[in-house]
């Protein structure tokens, strides 16, 4: 006779906009996550935020929210490009996003081993960037010299989007240098570009490098009293100058991951069923995820339309202290709208008949 296993409620919290505004907390968070500690309940944080390793990020927040986390808990934007180091591990990638040394050393701490950056190639080639007053002193600092004078017959596989880019005037140029070219060697441009009788007009058919998003979302939640632009902001800046270089002939073939896309969710239900396993007893197993967000375009979105293929069910909660404000329509109808995260935790362990006495 088998045994059926008690089921219990679980959480997936973003965090900009739920937890943190800006760098502080929103009020109740803290109380929040010490409740669900305190309960046994399993947590995950999945977020379309990044920019360092889920040990580094996963700690900030601790620091912030001034309670313990585990790195198990984190899924960020782009945890899933772990999955393309097989591919792209020992090959030259450009990885772009933050600034410094911050996205070259993520990349490389993920195992992308030949990772360089925009400004490793505007030390190399100086006249790529069309106006570099304002920003040519950062990347002269921070570009490699061991990089200096390879890369230019050096083939670039593929280009890593992993946070919102600082210097768009330069990457946004780089990017379609690269697409453009002749197997992703700066300084060529391929002669399949515009053949009409090739698939897409032969753009993109001639070894360019692949093109990888980490972040759809295309504002979140600061300080500001408005959202600011990020990572899918420049994407379709991106898309608009793909558009009219190709006079609208052709598509731009791209992927992303990042909420709400179907490969982000996986990754945050088997890190929530493997943080599952650590705080929960034997005899009980997740049943419901309830997914609490300010974005209807990304949390909402991707908790509605997940198929879980563990057969667990996701609800999705919206919250009015980030991108969604109190009273407006939300462009995807949650299951349920909460002022702020502890009333959403409350409402769920109140439908679930948790006793947090």
């Known amino acids: 006779m088998t045994q059926t296993n008690e089921l219990t409620p679980a ?11 800006g ?24 977020t379309n935020g990044g920019g360092h390793t889920e040990e580094t990020h996963v700690a900030k927040l601790a620091r912030r929210l001034d309670v313990e ?14 999955d393309l180091v097989p591919q792209y591990g020992d090959q030259t990638v450009l990885v772009l996003g933050g600034s410094g040394q911050q996205i070259r050393d993520l990349a490389q701490a993920y195992g992308f081993r030949k990772a360089v950056t925009s400004s490793d190639l ?3 080639f100086p006249h790529i960037h069309p106006f570099p007053e304002m920003t040519g002193s950062h990347h002269a600092e921070h570009a490699r010299p ?14 890593l989007v992993w946070t919102s880019p600082r210097d768009w005037c330069l990457d946004l140029q780089v ?20 053949d009409m009788l090739r698939p897409n007009f032969g753009y993109q058919a001639d070894g360019q490098p692949g093109l990888f998003f980490s972040n759809p979302d295309f504002e979140w939640s600061t300080e500001h009293t408005q959202p600011r632009f990020a990572q899918g902001a420049f994407r379709e800046a991106l898309k608009g ?35 599952g396993d650590l705080v929960l007893p034997p005899d009980r197993e997740i049943g419901t995820v309830y997914m609490v967000g300010d974005n209807p375009e990304s949390d909402i979105v991707g908790a509605n339309e997940f198929a879980s293929p563990a057969g667990i069910q996701w609800r999705s909660v919206l919250v009015e202290t980030g991108i969604h404000s109190p009273g407006a329509v939300p462009t995807a109808e949650p299951f349920h709208i909460a002022r702020n995260v502890k009333e959403a935790v409350e409402w769920a362990l109140g439908r679930e008949g948790v006793d947090t006495s």
């Open 122 to 124: 505007l030390a190399e």
């Open 175 to 194: 990017v379609m240098d690269l697409l453009l070219s002749e197997r992703g060697v700066l300084g060529t441009r391929s002669a399949l570009n515009g």
């Open 146 to 159: 061991d990089h200096a004078s390879k890369l230019g017959a050096t083939r670039i596989a593929a280009i």
């Open 23 to 46: 760098k502080k907390p929103v009020p109740g968070a803290r109380e929040t996550i010490q409740l669900l500690q305190r309960l046994r309940i399993p947590f995950i944080f999945l």
């Open 241 to 275: 100058i793909w558009a009219f270089a190709t006079g609208c002939t052709a598509e731009l073939r791209y992927s992303v991951v990042g909420k709400p896309t179907e490969a982000t969710y996986v990754y945050g239900e088997r890190a929530l069923r493997g943080y």
């Open 69 to 82: 986390l585990d790195a198990r808990q984190f899924v960020q934007s782009h945890t899933p490009f772990f």
């Open 11 to 21: 959480f997936a919290f973003d965090i900009d906009g739920v937890l943190i505004k």
